[in-house]
């Protein structure tokens, strides 16, 4: 669903298409037929193949739960006359490892989904060895229009 969590499969009335809900937010998408869902994966697919995303700007922050976490328990910290500099510079160390951990994995990621995709062409049919490498989850809006989200969390 367009909420992130999975969609439940249900046979139309016409018994030729699927309708797909989601339990969380409610939501159902239009009746389609399975082909037709496929189709569009693909379709989205293709389109990455042929206009990967760019690799990310290195002014860019990704701060990772992590970091953000260290932020919030330094800034308090900070504002506490009883903790020692010792312990800050231990918080701030281990934010700037986190950091740092975070963005490398996530440009690796990036890196290695661009040089999967420079290593295929549009296709017809659903490649699953390239969609399981590359896609961590297919969005599904009311009006059926397909969302990839990548690997690297990039949404697509």
């Known amino acids: 669903a367009s909420c992130g969590h999975k969609l439940n499969r249900d046979l ?10 989601c339990q969380k937010c409610g939501m159902k998408t239009a009746p389609i037929s399975d082909r037709e869902l496929v189709d569009r994966v693909v379709q989205a ?4 193949i042929v206009s990967p ?4 700007n290195p002014a860019q922050k990704t701060l990772s739960l992590e970091t953000r976490r260290l932020d919030d328990e330094i800034q308090r910290k900070i ?9 800050l510079w231990q918080l701030v ?7 740092y951990q975070a963005s490398t994995s996530i440009a690796w990621s990036r890196e290695k989904i661009r040089q999967t995709l420079s ?17 961590e989850k297919v969005l599904v ?16």
Do not use: E, G
Request: net charge neutral.
């Open 12 to 21: 139309h009335r016409s018994r030729n298409n699927m309708v797909w809900h």
């Open 93 to 99: 160390c281990k934010r700037a490892q986190s950091q």
């Open 119 to 135: 290593q295929q062409h549009p296709s017809l049919q659903l490649n699953t060895s390239l969609f399981h490498s590359v896609i």
């Open 79 to 87: 504002l506490d006359p009883t903790v020692s500099s010792d312990y």
């Open 53 to 56: 995303p760019p690799l990310s």
């Open 141 to 156: 809006n009311s009006d059926c229009q397909i969302t990839l989200v990548l690997t690297d969390q990039t949404i697509y």
């Open 45 to 48: 697919i293709n389109h990455l």
